[in-house]
C-alpha cells in the first residue's frame, strides 16, 4: 500500500513527542511493518486529540462515535471539508489551511462507505488507546459513548497544535468546531449525504 505522502512528516512529529526522537527504522520487512502499524495508530490517536481539544475545550467532552466519525472525516480529509463548507456557507479556506496537493491525493487509511456514513473499524482501538494511556476517558453518566481529555491529553494536546507538522491540522479542527460542532452526529451526517455524493454513491464497506 503507497504510503500517504505527507505522513512520514506528521509521524516524526509523533514520535518526538513520544519519546523524545525520531524511532530508527529496522531493517527488517517484519520490524518495519510493525513499526508503521504502531505509528499509524499514533497518528490516528493523535490527531483524535487535536480534534477532542477543539471541539470539547478544557472541561467539556465529545459526545457521540457517530459524531466523532464525521468530524474526524473532514479532519481527515481536509479536501472533503473544503468542498463541504464551499456547499454549505459558500465560504472557503484560507491558503494556509487548504489541503496540499499530497492531501488531495492521500490513499493511506482509507475509510469505508458504511451504513451510516464514512466509518474506520478502528475508532474503538484508536480511542481505546488514548484511554489506555490515560489520555482520555469515558463519561460514564450518559448512555451515548462520550469522550472527554484528561489534564494529560489536553496537555499533549496542547503540545501537538504548537508543533509545525500540526498547525493546519489544528486549525482545520477549530474550523470544524465553529461550522459543525454543535450539530448532532446524524445531522452532520445528513450534510454529507446530501453535499458529498462521491462519499456515499458506493456500496458500503467500500473504500472511500
Known amino acids: 500500500m503507497t504510503e500517504e505522502p505527507g505522513i512520514q512528516r506528521l509521524a516524526e512529529a509523533i514520535e518526538r513527542h513520544r519519546f523524545g526522537t525520531t524511532a530508527t527504522p529496522s531493517n527488517t520487512r517484519r520490524a518495519e511493518l510493525r513499526r508503521r502499524e504502531t505509528v499509524l495508530a499514533g497518528y490516528h490517536q493523535a490527531r483524535l486529540l487535536v480534534l477532542f481539544d ?33 456547499a454549505i456557507h459558500k465560504d472557503d479556506l484560507a491558503e494556509r489551511v487548504k489541503p496540499t496537493d499530497d492531501e488531495r491525493k492521500a490513499v493511506e487509511s482509507r475509510m469505508v462507505r458504511y451504513k451510516y456514513g464514512p466509518w474506520d473499524d478502528r475508532y474503538y482501538s484508536i480511542i481505546g488507546g488514548l484511554v489506555g494511556r490515560g489520555l482520555a476517558e469515558y463519561v460514564d453518566s450518559t448512555e451515548v459513548l462520550t469522550i472527554r481529555l484528561t ?20 486549525e482545520r ?36
Do not use: C
Open 54 to 86: 477543539a471541539i470539547a475545550g478544557r472541561n467539556g467532552s465529545v459526545r457521540g462515535l457517530t459524531k466523532i466519525a464525521k468530524l474526524d472525516f473532514l479532519l481527515r480529509y481536509p479536501s472533503f471539508l473544503e468542498q463541504l463548507l464551499l
Open 151 to 170: 489534564a494529560g491529553g489536553r496537555a499533549v494536546a496542547s503540545s501537538l497544535i504548537t508543533d509545525p507538522a500540526w498547525v493546519p491540522v489544528a
Open 173 to 208: 479542527a477549530a474550523i470544524i468546531k465553529e461550522a459543525f460542532g454543535r450539530m448532532t452526529g446524524n445531522g452532520i451526517k445528513e450534510l454529507i449525504y446530501a453535499h458529498l455524493p462521491g462519499v456515499v454513491d458506493r456500496p458500503h464497506r467500500m473504500e472511500i
